[in-house]
Structure formats: C-alpha cells, structure tokens
Antibody, heavy 115, light 110 residues
Framework: EVQLVESGGGLVQPGGSLRLSCAVS????????MNWVRQAPGKGLEWVSY????????SYADSVKGRFTISRDNANNSLFLQMSSLRAGDTAVYYC????????WGQGTLVTVSS | QSVLTQPPSASGTPGQRVTISCSGS????????VYWYRQLPGTAPRLLIY???QRPSGVPDRFSGSKSGTSASLAISGLRSEDESHYYC???????????FGGGTKLTVL
C-alpha cells in the first residue's frame, strides 16, 4: 500500500524557518518524481515545488522561490521541504504528493505563520 | 488566480448527469494529461481521473473524463448525495515547470 506521511508542521513566527519531512512506503521511492503542494485555509490547491527522481532537477513556484528548498533522501525514502523567511501567506496545509502530476497524496501537515 | 479555470460551483439532483469544465492553455492542458481530484473537507485530495480519461481502481464508472485541445471536463452520471465534494483539475505546465491546478468546483447535490 502506498503511504506518504508528512511531519514537521507547526506554529512559527514571521521570518522563521521550518523543515517539513515526508516519509514514504509501499513503492520504490527512488523511481518517482515528487511534489509539495499546499492549501491555505478555505482556499484551493497551490503547487509549491517539484523534484525529479534523482534529486538533480528541482523547480519552485514564484511565490516561494529563493525561500524554500526541496530535497530528497532516496536511501531513506524521504522527501523534505526546507522553508525559510516564512510569511503569513505561507500558512497552509502542506501535502507531499507522488509523481509529476500527483497520483498519491499524504494527509498533510499544517504550517501556521503568525506572531 | 489559478492557472486552470473551473466554475466555482456546480449542482444537480440525484440521478442527474453533471459536468465540470476545466480550461487551460497550450502550455498545460494542450500539451499534457489532465488529472481530476475530489477532496472532502479536512481530507487530502484523492485521484479520480488520470491521463485525461482513466479511472484508478475503485473509482466508479459513473465518473468520466475527457479532453479537447486546451479544455477538459469531468462528467458524473447517476449523481448521488455522496458525490458532494470539491473537485479539482490539474495538469503539468511546461512553462512553469510545475503542476497547475484549477481553482476547484464545489459540487452540491440538491
């Protein structure tokens, strides 16, 4: 069974940093591209970042470029999102999702940026 | 402002057939597959349709997808009360280097 489990969310002050993790199981992680997608409260889905299967190619939404960094550890079946210079507008549930156009999603982890 | 355009709401009565549209451009829908998701409140999106018109196992054949040019649509036939949900379309966008989503359509079963 494919499983993606996010962790690392929480309350952080504006300007702060947070590192999200996504532990996967049930498939060969190193063979799949991955994404982070977020959803602000009461809003729609917004793509955040993409990484290819080897980790050599990444891309970011303009709204997070220069502040967020996506990475992966294929040996440990894990995906990461390092977030810095956080703003109130980054408040959202963050989902990790498998494939370049997602097929499986995690349950999400809530990031709240507030003083 | 979402890259893909969906109507914010749709509705139908039990047994009816409803369609939800999704409009994009040559950079996304026009050049790649369209995916559809449904999302219940407080839960993660769940894949409904992939590669324009394919259903994952477990998705009833009441749900169907189609694509023409830079537009796509999701059709739900034999509408049921449990179909009330938010529905999102998505496609890879070559110009952005990422997946783009529609703004979502809230389906109400009257």
């Amino acid at each position: 069974e494919v499983q993606l489990v996010e962790s690392g969310g929480g309350l952080v002050q504006p300007g702060g940093s947070l590192r999200l993790s996504c532990a996967v199981s049930g498939f060969t992680f190193s063979s799949y591209e991955m994404n982070w997608v977020r959803q602000a409260p009461g809003k729609g889905l917004e793509w955040v970042s993409y990484i290819d299967s080897s980790g050599s190619t990444t891309s970011y939404a303009d709204s997070v470029k220069g502040r967020f960094t996506i990475s992966r550890d294929n040996a440990n079946n894990s995906l990461f999102l390092q977030m810095s210079s956080l703003r109130a507008g980054d408040t959202a549930v963050y989902y990790c999702a498998r494939e370049y156009t997602p097929d499986y999603w995690g349950q999400g982890t809530l990031v709240t940026v507030s003083s | 402002q979402s890259v893909l355009t969906q109507p914010p709401s749709a509705s139908g009565t039990p047994g009816q057939r409803v369609t939800i549209s999704c409009s994009g451009s040559s950079f996304n829908i026009g050049s790649d597959y369209v995916y559809w998701y449904r999302q219940l409140p407080g839960t993660a999106p769940r894949l409904l349709i992939y590669s324009n018109n394919q259903r994952p196992s477990g998705v009833p054949d009441r749900f169907s997808g189609s694509k023409s040019g830079t537009s796509a649509s999701l059709a739900i036939s034999g509408l049921r009360s449990e179909d009330e949900s938010h529905y999102y379309c998505a496609a890879w966008d070559d110009s952005l280097g990422g997946v783009v989503f529609g703004g979502g359509t809230k389906l109400t079963v009257l």
